[in-house]
């Protein structure tokens, strides 16, 4: 279902020349650590009718010039050590967090936080110039107790924050098997303390081992600190995820994004796909923590465009994109406008749709949908789930073939898999991977 | 060994022991009591330390907000951007002086979070809790002001009063819907104005749904408010944050487990090693400061270490401490037992040897005098040194058969054997005879013995006592009242008892020493005594024979020397049976 960058960079920066020329100057400067891409849909709408449209930021990061250069990792690993860890789960995440601190180099911090009942802070965040005290610590973690989720991401993050600058990439790690008993566990109180969280710069990856977590709260979790949601299916798989993140928070190359859209008079913003925003009069933000090195996120913003007049080119929304670059650690910002032109004729709208931005928004459309399914299967509207999956798989096949995009076939394919998981006994397994797929299609991680 | 002195022995060792058991036990429950209390107040000054640490974020945050929230504009886009870039701020919002919200501005376009944000708190700002005092709303008794400096506002939802928990926040258990229920609380800052009435700075806590939620906010000089919501759960994660991790080298007993609780007593975070049972009823329990007086510490402990630190090592010294003393005690018993019955053996051994001789001495003493006394009588007048050495000799051996007499006398006395020889005869007789028998030695000291008899009945009585005692009490008056130079002897005779009186001029007895002269082996200490020899059990001895004899020997009041008063029973012997 992970849709492949380097292809979809290449789609983008062949649709670039054909964009508006106030767009190209920005992209002219070499040490920018990102590329951004807006575009709509519709560069030419259908005149004289009310309609809507989508704008789509694209950021991507660049090539790093070596991987050697790197911002240093702010990497917080809190581990669930509660009883159901016993065995082949803890020996697993052992060995995952002790190949992750392997991996890391001795500018990066890290700090291994443990919870059950209480929490223990293993390794309080500590450069790694000696790793090996550090792993000792690691092996010689036992289980036991309930699950204090809240309090050891509360103390995970207590350590990141002994470290916490711009030029470190601040990611925590959480794992746990079990529901949250101890503290507040409710995902509207994890899901502020996301959003907490994201304000500072620390996004959360969860990952949920086996079938006894609390998905909605570990998802809830990532998706508001713009991390990453896993589902983990078999403890061997830990080593894998673990690595995939440390990559990626290795090779982030831009932090603490905030793309600012302001609509035209006219235009009303009406939502972003996918993604929180804050949308207010006539403006919408989204803020993303990180962008990696060659690998794009997408905003795509839902607009509505009032009727307007043949031939009129009405500007429809600029887009301001600030971040943290991490090479030159400074603070820069590219700003896009984007137009729109109007005509009658269906022919034409349609040879100008954007294939690339019309991806991005099949994509989140076919989340929002899979989304959908699942609320109607949780209230035990189990058909009517069923048929939306399938309808889905359908839209997303469709769309992949006119868009030529093998990443709408691969989600098309989940959405098949959900719809024949939906009985009871494969639902709450099958739940969990839902969750995860969603969060991941949402934040493109 | 004797029954009483069995008893004896056994109280003195049972006697402290039981004491000191009692005195132990008491002491054991009152120091587990004290060590309890003391253990409490140690636990519970613990607590408030530990609280104090969230007391400080609170503070800090308060500062934190209200530096945060100095802005020259008051446009929404500010008041969004600081909302934004804060971790530690959900919202934050304005207020005019009326107590109308100018953001977030219920009728602008809002945000998703601003939306929520009015939704949680809109009845704050319907109530004007926060508007200048003359123009907030009073609703009828549900709104109260203190004036003072810690002024605290409490208003109860109007539509209905909620059932008030021990530590004064609603029940969260009631049936009243979440979101109808809230309770405001402020404490205003030390900021405050002169005027009590409107603060200019305050943190209020308020009560709404899931738990508390803070609101930190200043009263602009144009009678706005501005302020923010601090984000709820950053505020729970802070305070997680502040409090200890736990740390599994330390001992369980020692540490227990420290949980903080929400208004409703549900964890929020604990530490601490130890694992208490479930529904375990912490051991001591302490709320926070306000305005977080709605969370708790509590302090779980292994029953255990409740018994008190060292209780089992204070049963342990009470019943070691019980031994021994019962030992040292026992072991001195044991020692004064052995050492008292070796002593009596001994004395017992003495007096039998003393009796045995006394009564060898006796047998040729008796003939000595018998026969020296024939001599005495036969002898030539002329020869008159030879008389008189006689004479020394009859009294010397007199002298020395009363001391044997009075040793024998004695030695019956322990052994209870003293008996009476009762004989016919008269009294003044004895006495004239007795007093005969001392008339040489009177005279060698110039005592003037004077007699004057008056019983001359003849009545029944054991001559051998009376001549005892009398010969005890002359013979202390030869001893000790040489000096008066004069001894009167008086006789009275009543029915059947006889009295009589040896009264000397000698210095007398002192008050204190009147009763203890009769006591066996006392002896006046003073110069009158010094240097005179004695055996002390005379007077001792004569007293002992004059009760047997059915009277009594008593010190008289005199006006100067000692008077010894002799009554003895002395049936007339027209009366009595045969001897």
């Given at each position: 279902m992970k849709r492949l960058p380097i292809t979809k960079l290449g789609v983008a920066m062949a649709v670039v020349p054909i964009l508006l020329a106030a767009a190209a100057e920005a992209r002219v400067r070499t040490d920018d650590a990102v590329r951004i891409d807006v575009a709509i849909d519709k560069p030419v709408l259908l005149a004289n009718e009310a309609q809507t449209a989508y704008v789509r930021v694209a950021i991507v990061g660049v090539p790093r010039?070596?991987?050697?250069e790197r911002a240093p990792v702010n990497m917080a690993i809190v581990i669930d050590k509660s009883g159901s860890m016993r065995g082949e789960k803890i020996e697993k995440a052992r060995d995952a967090a002790i190949q992750a601190v392997k991996r890391l180099g001795p500018d990066d911090i890290v700090s291994i936080v443990l919870y059950d009942t209480t929490v223990q802070v293993l390794v309080p965040a500590t450069k790694l110039t000696d790793k090996g005290p550090v792993i000792d610590a690691i092996r010689g973690i036992g289980v036991g107790g309930r699950t204090a989720l809240f309090a050891g991401v509360s103390k995970g993050a207590q350590e990141m924050r002994k470290f916490i600058d711009e030029e470190r990439i601040n990611r925590l790690l959480l794992l746990s098997d079990g529901l949250a008993n101890i503290g507040p566990s409710s995902p509207g109180d994890l899901e502020d303390l996301g959003t907490s969280l994201l304000k500072e710069g620390i996004s959360v990856v969860t990952i949920g081992l086996g079938?006894?977590?609390?998905e909605d709260l570990m998802s809830a979790l990532a998706y508001k600190s713009d991390g990453a949601h896993y589902f983990v299916e078999r403890p061997s798989e830990l080593a894998g995820v673990f690595d995939r993140e440390l990559g990626k928070a290795m090779s982030?190359?831009?932090?603490d994004i905030e793309a600012e859209f302001i609509c035209a008079p006219g235009v009303r913003p009406v939502r972003v796909l996918g993604r929180q925003a804050e949308i207010d009069g006539r403006r919408a933000r989204v803020f993303i923590n990180h962008i990696y090195s060659e690998r794009e996120k997408s905003i795509v913003l839902e607009v509505e465009i009032p009727p307007t007049d043949e031939s009129v080119t009405r500007p429809v929304a600029s887009v301001n994109v600030r971040y943290d670059n991490l090479a030159t650690r400074s603070r820069e910002s590219q700003e896009e406008r984007i137009e729109a032109n109007f005509t009658r004729s269906k022919e034409l709208i349609d040879k100008r749709t954007d294939a690339t931005v019309m991806v991005d928004v099949v994509q989140l459309i076919g989340a929002e949908r899979n989304i959908k399914a699942m609320e109607l299967r949780d209230k035990g509207q189990t058909e009517q789930a069923r048929k939306i999956l399938y309808d889905n798989n359908a839209y997303l096949l469709s769309n992949s073939a006119i868009l030529k995009a093998p990443e709408l076939e691969a989600q098309a394919v989940q959405n098949t898999i959900d719809a024949e998981s939906l009985d009871e006994g494969r639902y709450e397994s099958r739940r969990k991977a839902m969750q995860m797929n969603q969060t991941q299609w949402k934040l493109q991680e | 060994m004797k029954p009483r002195l069995v008893v004896v022995y056994v109280l003195l060792i049972v006697l402290p022991l039981a004491l000191l058991a009692a005195l132990g036990v008491r002491l054991v429950h009152f120091e587990r009591r004290e060590t309890q209390q003391r253990f409490r107040e140690l636990l519970l000054g613990r607590l408030k330390e530990i609280g104090r640490g969230i007391d400080d974020l609170v503070e800090r945050r308060k500062r934190e907000v209200l530096r945060l929230t100095e802005t020259e504009s008051f446009d929404p886009e500010t008041l969004r951007t600081i909302a934004r870039r804060n971790p530690i701020v959900s919202q934050v919002f304005l207020l005019d002086s009326e107590g109308n919200l100018l953001h977030p501005k219920p009728s602008s376009d809002l945000n998703a979070g601003e939306r929520a944000f009015l939704e949680r708190t809109h009845e704050i700002w319907e109530r004007r809790v926060l508007a200048a005092p003359d123009n907030r709303q009073t609703q009828q008794g549900a709104v109260s002001t203190q004036q003072s400096a810690e002024a605290m506002q409490r208003i109860a939802p109007s539509r209905t009063f909620l059932p008030q928990t021990a530590r004064g926040i609603?029940?969260?258990?009631?049936?009243?819907?979440t979101d109808e229920t809230f309770y405001l609380q402020t404490t205003a800052g030390p900021e405050d104005g002169e005027s009590a009435s409107a603060p200019s700075v305050g943190l209020s806590v308020w009560y709404w749904g899931r738990d508390i939620d803070l609101l930190v906010w200043r009263r602009l000089p144009n009678g706005h408010v501005i302020g923010a919501e601090l984000d709820h759960s950053r505020f729970l994660a802070d305070a997680i944050s502040v409090l200890p991790d736990t740390d599994p080298r330390t001992d369980a007993l020692g540490e227990g487990r420290i949980a903080l609780v929400d208004s409703i007593g549900s964890p929020i975070y604990e530490w601490g090693v130890y694992d208490p049972p479930k529904g375990d009823e912490p051991l001591v329990e302490r709320a926070l400061e306000p305005p977080l007086a709605a969370w708790a510490l509590q302090w779980h402990l292994p029953a255990e270490s409740l018994a008190g630190p060292g209780e089992k090592g204070l049963w342990f010294s009470l019943v070691a401490g019980l031994l021994a003393v019962g030992v040292a005690i026992a072991g001195l018993a044991v020692y004064f037992y052995r050492e008292n019955s070796r002593e009596m053996r001994e004395a017992a051994q003495r007096v039998s040897f003393v009796n045995q001789v006394s009564h060898e001495l006796k047998t040729p003493l008796t003939n000595i005098r018998m026969y020296a006394e024939l001599l005495h009588e036969n002898a030539d007048d002329e020869d008159e040194t030879a008389r008189q050495r006689l004479g020394v000799i009859v009294s010397e051996s007199q002298r020395l058969s009363r001391l044997i007499g009075n040793i024998l006398s004695f030695g019956r006395r322990q052994r209870n054997h003293l008996t009476l020889h009762l004989t016919e005869g008269t009294i003044d007789d004895t006495v004239r005879a007795v007093l005969d028998g001392f008339r040489p030695s009177f005279e060698t000291r110039g005592i003037e013995p004077s007699f004057h008899g008056g019983a001359p009945g003849r009545v029944r009585f054991d001559r051998d006592v009376l001549e005892q005692i009398l010969g005890n009490l002359f013979s202390n008056v030869e001893k000790y009242a040489a000096e008066g130079k004069s001894v009167r002897v008086e006789t009275r005779q009543r029915d059947a008892e006889t009295t009589i009186t040896v009264a000397d001029s000698g210095p007398g007895i002192p008050p204190r020493e009147r009763e203890r002269v009769f006591r066996p082996f006392h002896r006046i200490s003073n110069k009158i005594t010094d240097g005179v020899s004695g055996t002390g059990i005379g007077l001792t001895i004569s007293r002992d024979l004059a009760r047997l004899h059915g009277g009594d020997l008593t010190l008289a009041p005199s006006d100067r020397g000692a008077a010894f008063e002799l009554r003895l029973a002395t049936p007339p012997y027209a009366d009595g049976g045969t001897s």
């Open positions: 010039p070596s991987a050697e079938l006894d977590y609390n982030v190359v831009a932090g | 609603p029940a969260a258990e009631s049936n009243v819907q």
